[in-house]
């Protein structure tokens, strides 16, 4: 072997002492933690999944859940009303 | 259980897998503010992303990989080619009288060293040397063939041994491990 290599093979050696790096575990758990979606949120989405693949009864239980949690999560009566009517949009169609 | 919802698996992940990435996203950048971010990068990332997480491969292997990339990312996303230590990195400050053998110096020599040359013989000179990881390793790493990670150790190693024909290298890399 190269002898510069054998240098930089002992020089990283040499390096693997070095101390090791702060890290702040709750920055990172704060931050992710914005992530997560909300779980009225989640069922919305699983509304329109259920909307997508045609499945008018399974939206329509995604839609009346969805209403119920915008009620209970977000106490948006609006939200939840125009839920309820997408539920019944769904059983009529 | 992290994918299941529950919420404390994932800083269980944080607490066990830490300080393993932010060794290794040491190896991107000496400043410590940006070690710091690039670090909760990578754990927002693999968050966003746990659902791709095949089983068959251990944890660790898949956020080191996640680490990498996101380290590679790094180093491109800047305009590095010019005084990159002294000035790419912020407000980093080189320690200002290093010593033989002193393991914080002879990482920073290191990554100085390293930023000399390109950044795909860069990143598989890190990989190789301060990672300590195997060809295999570095294939999967890379998303390449093991061949084609061997042609590319190849010529990562001669760009290296063409700089440690320079005096200044050699004589500071010798008088860092002497």
Known sequence: MDDFLKEVRMLASAAEGRKPPHFDAQAILSSVSRLVPEPAQEQYRLGFLAALTASAAAASLAMVSYASAAWLELRDPFLALSSLTNAVDWLWL | ?178
């Not at chain 2, 996303?77 to 393991?103: C, H, I, M, V, W």
């Not at chain 2, 110096?105 to 060293?113: D, K, N, Q, S, V």
């Open chain 2, 1 to 178: 259980m992290v994918l299941a919802g529950e919420p404390d698996a994932f800083s269980r992940l944080v607490e066990r897998h830490g300080e393993a990435v932010a060794r290794q996203m040491r190896n991107f950048s000496p400043n410590p503010a940006v070690i710091d971010e690039l670090t909760h990068d990578v754990f927002v990332e693999a968050y966003l992303n746990l659902a791709n997480y095949r089983k068959d491969a251990p944890f660790r292997h898949w956020m080191a990989r996640i680490a990498t990339i996101t380290g590679y990312r790094h180093w491109k996303s800047r305009d590095r080619r010019k005084n990159q230590f002294a000035f790419d990195e912020g407000q980093y400050r080189p320690l200002e009288k290093p010593t033989p053998g002193n393991p914080e110096a002879a990482g920073e020599l290191l990554f100085e060293l390293f930023a000399e040359l390109p950044d795909s013989d860069r990143l598989i000179m890190t990989l190789m040397y301060i990672d300590k990881i195997g060809q295999k390793e570095i294939a999967r790493r890379l998303n390449c063939s093991k061949t084609a990670a061997a042609v590319r150790i190849h010529r990562a190693k001669q760009r290296l041994k063409k700089l440690g024909r320079e005096e200044r290298w050699r004589r500071r890399v010798q008088w860092m491990i002497s």
